[in-house]
């Protein structure tokens, strides 16, 4: 039997089980309240586990926060590049990455917001983080691969633009200035700035 075929342990499927309804329970009070009007309390109470359990798990509400849209901004991206790969143009190719994204982060505004803060401040050595910024790379690498069909666009430059195209994104979805803005105009802008930085 190898490693890969030996069945869970017990312990192992109640840890998992816990993850999830701690998972459940976050995603759940967070989506209906916002992450700043949830206790950990209410979410400990909600998954049928002890505080002490849950500091297991996570440490802070924004690990909490990037546990649950950690998934959500991952499903967004794979949305995004499955798009993007049915789109001949350049530009609305990557249009059609951003559009996920902006909309996954405006499904809750204030979580949205608070979860880039907490992507962009939290510690790189915490798992929830560094899944974040794991994702962050994997959406300037979909980009860089949709920007190098240009064949104006080096393999360096292709880098480059995806990584800023990325902070234009995340910097117009988390401004204090638009937080009244639709997912429609948040995507217009981002589009204007885009525009402006490639050799189209």
Do not use: W
């Not at 030996?6 to 993850?19: A, C, F, H, T």
């Not at 209906?32 to 909600?46: M, P, R, S, Y």
């Not at 350049?90 to 979580?111: K, M």
């Not at 690498?141 to 104006?152: F, G, N, P, Q, S």
């Amino acid at each position: 039997m190898t490693l890969a075929s030996q069945p869970v342990g017990r312990r192992e499927r109640n840890k998992q089980d816990k993850l999830e309804r701690i998972t459940a329970a976050a995603s759940e009070l967070f989506a209906v309240h916002g992450v700043d009007e949830v206790t950990t309390q209410q979410i400990a109470d909600k998954a049928d586990i002890g505080t002490g359990t849950l500091f297991l798990y996570a440490k802070t509400k924004g690990e909490l926060l990037l546990l649950v849209q950690n998934a959500h901004y991952a499903e967004a991206l794979e949305r995004g590049r499955a798009d993007a790969e049915t789109i001949p143009g350049v530009l609305d190719a990557v249009l059609a990455i951003v559009r996920p994204i902006v909309e996954c982060n405006r499904t809750q505004i204030d979580n949205g917001r608070t979860y880039l803060r907490e992507m962009v401040f939290g510690d790189p050595e915490e798992p929830r983080h560094r899944e974040a910024l794991a994702i962050v790379a994997q959406t300037e690498e979909t980009i860089a691969a949709v920007l190098r069909r240009d064949e104006r666009v080096g393999e360096g430059d292709a880098a480059t633009l995806a990584r800023i195209v990325s902070a234009v994104m995340f910097l117009s979805m988390a401004v204090s200035v638009n937080i009244a803005l639709s997912i429609e105009e948040i995507v217009q802008d981002i589009r204007g700035q885009v525009v402006a930085l490639l050799p189209l």
